[in-house]
């Protein structure tokens, strides 16, 4: 019986998510080192995704002067190592330029069309990377890809800003989670793949899409607060000192 349950229990822990798994490893000890090692990996993938070219776990350990067996064990495959590096691959040059120019001069829907344009050029760019990325989120166990980076929901929010006291934190969040389906490889493959349409034509639609989203928000918040304006206020509002915002 004791055996039977210990071959349960192996069992069980090969059926782990790599990333529980990986995790494990890295705490059995030197837990410093093995982070770095597997952050100089990822690093090393994600400077040749970067470049274009092709990755594999072999000729990633060569470079960083790692054992192959060691690599295998942090990447069991290229592909997972991929999807690792291209979250780093990511945050590029253009992106850092972009997040300055977001918390830049400029008018909301200039900000904004700036966001969707910025998004649109990175994505062409890195096309195949941020295609990578999208196969290994969905075909790996849960677990073994890191959560995706929200850039383009911190640009939005550093965009938009501005505009956040007026429409409340419940609609400046709405607007952001709507505006983010204009932005990545997601509307590349609804708009190049399904629809296809070219670059220039797909740009013009989000683009256009962006700026009714934008107004439709704004003109909403001013109708909730002329019909809050509108409404007597009450003697507990009146006693609060609470000021009325778009909900």
Same mark, same amino acid.
Not at 105 to 112: A, C, D, I, R, T
Not at 130 to 156: A, C, I, N
Not at 161 to 179: C, H
Not at 193 to 209: F, N, P, Y
């Given at each position: 019986?004791?055996?039977?349950?210990?071959? $349960?229990?192996?069992?069980?822990?090969?059926?782990?998510?790599?990333?529980?798994?990986?995790?494990?490893?890295?705490?059995?000890?030197?837990?410093?080192?093995?982070?770095?090692?597997?952050?100089?990996?990822?690093?090393?993938?994600?400077?040749?995704?970067?470049?274009?070219?092709?990755?594999?776990?072999?000729?990633?350990?060569?470079?960083?002067?790692?054992?192959?067996? %060691?690599?295998?064990?942090?990447?069991?495959?290229?592909?997972?190592?991929?999807?690792?590096?291209?979250?780093?691959?990511?945050?590029?040059?253009?992106?850092?330029?972009?997040?300055?120019?977001?918390?830049?001069?400029?008018?909301?829907?200039?900000?904004?069309?700036?966001?969707?344009?910025?998004?649109?050029?990175?994505?062409?760019?890195?096309?195949?990377?941020?295609?990578?990325?999208?196969?290994? %989120?969905?075909?790996?166990?849960?677990?073994?890809?890191?959560?995706?980076?929200?850039?383009?929901? $911190?640009?939005?929010?550093?965009?938009?800003?501005?505009?956040?006291?007026?429409?409340?934190?419940?609609?400046?969040?709405?607007?952001?989670?709507?505006?983010?389906?204009?932005?990545?490889?997601?509307?590349?493959?609804?708009?190049?793949?399904?629809?296809?349409?070219?670059?220039?034509?797909?740009?013009?639609? $989000?683009?256009?899409?962006?700026?009714?989203?934008?107004?439709?928000?704004?003109?909403?918040?001013?109708?909730?607060?002329?019909?809050?304006?509108?409404?007597?206020?009450?003697?507990?509002?009146?006693?609060?000192?609470?000021?009325?915002?778009? $909900?």
């Amino acid at each position: 019986m004791s055996s039977r349950s210990e071959k $349960k229990q192996d069992s069980a822990k090969t059926r782990l998510p790599h990333a529980d798994r990986l995790e494990a490893y890295l705490d059995l000890g030197r837990t410093n080192q093995k982070r770095r090692t597997r952050d100089v990996l990822i690093n090393i993938a994600a400077d040749l995704i970067r470049s274009g070219k092709p990755i594999s776990v072999t000729d990633v350990a060569d470079a960083a002067g790692v054992s192959r067996t %060691t690599a295998y064990r942090y990447f069991p495959t290229s592909e997972m190592l991929g999807a690792q590096a291209t979250l780093v691959a990511a945050d590029s040059l253009e992106a850092k330029h972009l997040t300055e120019f977001v918390l830049g001069p400029g008018s909301p829907m200039e900000k904004l069309q700036s966001v969707i344009k910025g998004s649109h050029e990175m994505t062409i760019a890195h096309e195949a990377a941020y295609r990578s990325l999208v196969h290994f %989120t969905v075909e790996l166990e849960t677990g073994d890809v890191s959560h995706r980076p929200t850039f383009r929901r $911190k640009w939005l929010e550093d965009a938009l800003g501005s505009l956040k006291k007026d429409l409340g934190p419940a609609r400046f969040n709405q607007l952001t989670a709507a505006l983010c389906l204009l932005c990545g490889i997601e509307s590349m493959i609804v708009l190049n793949d399904i629809c296809r349409l070219s670059s220039g034509e797909a740009l013009k639609v $989000k683009s256009w899409v962006g700026q009714r989203i934008l107004r439709a928000a704004i003109e909403d918040a001013a109708e909730y607060r002329a019909n809050a304006a509108a409404r007597p206020v009450t003697d507990r509002e009146l006693k609060s000192g609470k000021q009325r915002v778009a $909900k």
